[in-house]
């Protein structure tokens, strides 16, 4: 049975030719795939191993679509979904020239983490990835869940908890969450 993806309403593109394209895509370095990240968890969820696709030049996304700074203003969450590609993208820069992946995790309770970079001696750190600082409870408390799934008795915890920012200063959190700004990664 052949899946199709609906583009309008009077086309339709095959599975096959929707791969062949995201292939084409790859090769030429437009779209970077995040492979899914498989630590040994104490929970009984299932783990995602569907990669997440990010665009390598967020402002390719922009430019296609023909938006402006007031665009993004009136759809913070699409902005957001840009901003996380732009930092997959930096810390995928910073992992490659330490010898490092860039993964994301994702189980079936819906557990999401945006950004998970390990080395090969298999240390990892995790990032929560949001565009204003009005959410960085939201986004301690789900790397908390996160680290507290982690079978020790198996696998190390993460070596740090860490946050990114669009704006805002960087800083440790009393509970040791690092908070960093974009603007500061690299530094």
């Keep these: 049975m052949e899946l199709d993806v609906k583009i309008s309403d009077r086309k339709e593109v095959s599975r096959n030719t929707v791969t062949e ?14 492979p899914a990240f498989s630590p040994h968890i104490r929970s009984a969820a299932s783990l995602r191993k569907s990669p997440k696709r990010h ?37 995928h820069v910073y992992a490659k020239a330490n010898d490092a992946r860039v993964f994301h995790y994702h189980d079936s309770y819906g557990l999401e983490v945006d950004a998970i970079v390990q080395k090969r001696n298999g240390n990892y750190a995790a990032f929560e990835i949001k565009l204003g600082v009005g959410y960085i409870e939201e986004a301690a408390a789900n790397l908390k869940k996160f680290a507290g799934n982690i079978d020790t008795a198996r696998m190390a915890l993460p070596n740090s908890l860490n946050i990114i920012t669009g704006t805002g200063m960087s800083y440790r959190r009393p509970d040791g969450i690092n908070v960093i700004s974009l603007a500061s990664l690299g530094r």
């Design 55 to 91: 665009l390598c030049d967020t402002s390719l996304a922009a430019a296609a679509l023909g938006l402006d700074q007031e665009s993004f203003i009136k759809d913070l969450q699409y902005a957001g979904f840009l901003f996380e590609s732009l930092a997959v993208h930096e810390l």
């Design 21 to 34: 394209y995201l292939d084409a895509l790859s090769r030429l370095m437009i779209l970077y795939e995040q």
